[in-house]
C-alpha cells in the first residue's frame, strides 16, 4: 500500500510540472495600449450613452436622448439613426443627414452629457468574481485587484483575457501576471476595454489536488496520511 500511493503521488507531481510548462508555452499578448496622444482615436458612442442634441433652426425640437440598447436614438419625424462606434461628430453628420429629410435646415448640435458604464467581467480564481465599474484606464492586473485578487489556486501564468471586436467577432488572448509583477519590462497587459472579460484559470497544482481529491483519495483504499508519516520520518 506505501508503494502504490508513493507511485500515485510521483505520476501526478511529474505531470504537473509538465503541464506547466506546456501552458507557458505560446501564450499570445494582447493588444497593445493605446496611449493618450494628440492623434489619438476620438471616443466612440456606444448604448447607454445619453446625448444633448440641439437644433438651431427648430430650437422646440432640441432634447437630450439616449443610444438605445441597439446603438440607436430617436428623435422626431425620422427612423432611429444609428450612431452606435460613431465618434461624436459622426454621429452629428449621421443625424443631420437623416434630419435633411424633414428639415430646410437640418444643422444641429452634439454632446455626450452622460457616459454609459464602462465595465468589465472578472471571473475565476479571484476574491471576489462579478462585473466592475472601471474607474478609468485600467489593465487586466488593476481589474484582478478590483475584483479581490488572485486566490491561493489561481493560475497566474496564463490569464485570459476575452475581447469582441468591432466586427463583433470575439477575441481571446493568455498573458502571464506572476512575470509582469516581478518584472514590468515583461508586463504587457495593456488597457482594458469596455465590457472585457478576464478569467482567472485554476493553477495545474491546483487541478491535480482536486484530481486526487476527487477520484483517488475518495476513490482508492489508499492512507496518503501514511505517505506524509514516511516522507516526515526520512527528513
Known amino acids: ?18 503541464t506547466s510548462s506546456v501552458q507557458n508555452e505560446g501564450v ?8 493618450f496622444t494628440p492623434s489619438r482615436s476620438a471616443y466612440k ?21 439616449t443610444v438605445g440598447p441597439d446603438g440607436r436614438v430617436q ?9 452606435a462606434g460613431l465618434s461624436t461628430p459622426q454621429a452629428q453628420s449621421a443625424v443631420q443627414q437623416a434630419m435633411a429629410q424633414a428639415l430646410v435646415d437640418p444643422t444641429i448640435d452634439m454632446l455626450v452629457t452622460t457616459f454609459a458604464p464602462q465595465q468589465v467581467f472578472v471571473g475565476g480564481e479571484v476574491g471576489q468574481p462579478g462585473v466592475f465599474e472601471m474607474p478609468g484606464q ?20 496564463q490569464v485570459i483575457l476575452v475581447r469582441r471586436d468591432a466586427s463583433g467577432q470575439t477575441q481571446s488572448y ?7 509583477i516581478y518584472n514590468p519590462q515583461l508586463a504587457r497587459f495593456g488597457a482594458l476595454q469596455r465590457f472585457d472579460v478576464i478569467y482567472v484559470p485554476k493553477s495545474p497544482i491546483a487541478q491535480h489536488n482536486l484530481f486526487i481529491q476527487q477520484y483517488i483519495r475518495d476513490a482508492l483504499p489508499v492512507n496518503f496520511s501514511l505517505f506524509y508519516d514516511v516522507a516526515g520520518g526520512n527528513r
Do not use: H, W, Y
Not at 1 to 18: D, E, F, H
Not at 75 to 83: A, C, D, G, T, Y
Not at 174 to 180: E, Q, S
Open 45 to 65: 458612442i456606444v448604448p447607454g450613452d445619453q446625448l444633448e442634441i440641439s437644433f438651431l433652426a427648430a430650437p422646440e425640437l432640441s432634447r437630450t436622448v
Open 28 to 35: 499570445t499578448p494582447p493588444p497593445a495600449f493605446e496611449a
Open 75 to 83: 428623435l422626431p419625424m425620422i427612423q432611429p439613426v444609428m450612431i
Open 138 to 157: 485600467i489593465d487586466p492586473l488593476q481589474a484582478i485587484i478590483m475584483a479581490g485578487g488572485f486566490t491561493d489556486s489561481s493560475n497566474m501564468r
Open 1 to 18: 500500500m506505501k508503494t502504490q500511493a508513493l507511485l500515485i503521488l510521483g505520476a501526478l507531481v511529474s505531470a504537473c510540472a509538465s
Open 174 to 180: 493568455a498573458f502571464n501576471v506572476r512575470d509582469g
